[in-house]
């Protein structure tokens, strides 16, 4: 089945600062990664997403980018804000597939 | 648009105890349905997931059960709670034609 590594587990930045997340999947057939961020005490929210048909997409201040040559995609953050402090989960499907593989998670932490 | 409660927010039940968590998803047919839990750290399992009214996967043998007894309500129960069932339960919910899941607000859960 797929697996799915997330790096780092915690990464801790002054605000201003960029802050970058990276996944690697195993199995070539996924086709759908997705990007969370769960605040304290919440439920994940999706923040953006990207298909392997696309090599990066944007969405303000949040850019995520894919490489399927080597089975990794990352989630960059710019000009960070304390109100980014959140986990932050990486996933892979493939299409069929209903359950998505999670990464671990990574604890951001933006200190004023 | 679709919206998905989940109930209660918070739970403190003693060893033994039976538990019932309850889901439902709004503007939508036919969703697929979801558990996870997070327990100490970050990590997000699932318990159980469905594709349809009566039709329940799951996915780690314990002593929890799943039930969909309408289409866009799902129920995890338990006969006798343990120490080790406390944690951070979501519920979650994608379309059958989509790839993307969508958690709830989560139910916190303590077992003493």
Known sequence: ????????????????DSAVIKCTYSDSASNYFPWYKQELGKGP?????????????????????????AKHFSLHITETQPEDS????????KGGSYIPTFGRGTSLIVHP | SQTIHQWPATL?????????????????????LYWYRQAAGRGLQL?????????????????????????RQFILSSKKLLLS?????????????????????????TVV
Do not use: M
């Not at chain 2, 060893?15 to 939508?28: A, D, F, R």
């Not at chain 2, 069932?85 to 859960?109: H, K, N, Q, V």
């Open chain 1, 86 to 93: 959140a986990v932050y989960f990486c996933a892979a499907s």
């Open chain 2, 85 to 109: 069932d406390s944690g951070f339960y979501l519920c979650a919910w994608s379309s059958t034609d989509r790839d993307t899941i969508y958690f709830g607000e989560g139910s916190w859960l």
């Open chain 2, 12 to 32: 403190v039940q003693p060893v033994g105890s039976p538990l019932s968590l309850e889901c439902t998803v709004e503007g939508t047919s036919n969703p697929n």
């Open chain 2, 47 to 71: 318990l159980f997931y469905s594709v349809g009214i009566g039709q329940i996967s799951s996915e780690v043998p314990q002593n929890l059960s799943a039930s969909r007894p309408q289409d």
């Open chain 1, 1 to 16: 089945g797929e697996n799915v590594e997330q790096h780092p587990s915690t990464l801790s930045v002054q605000e201003g």
């Open chain 1, 45 to 69: 929210q999706l923040i953006i997403d990207i298909r392997s048909n696309v090599g990066e997409k944007k969405d303000q201040r949040i850019a995520v980018t894919l490489n399927k040559t």
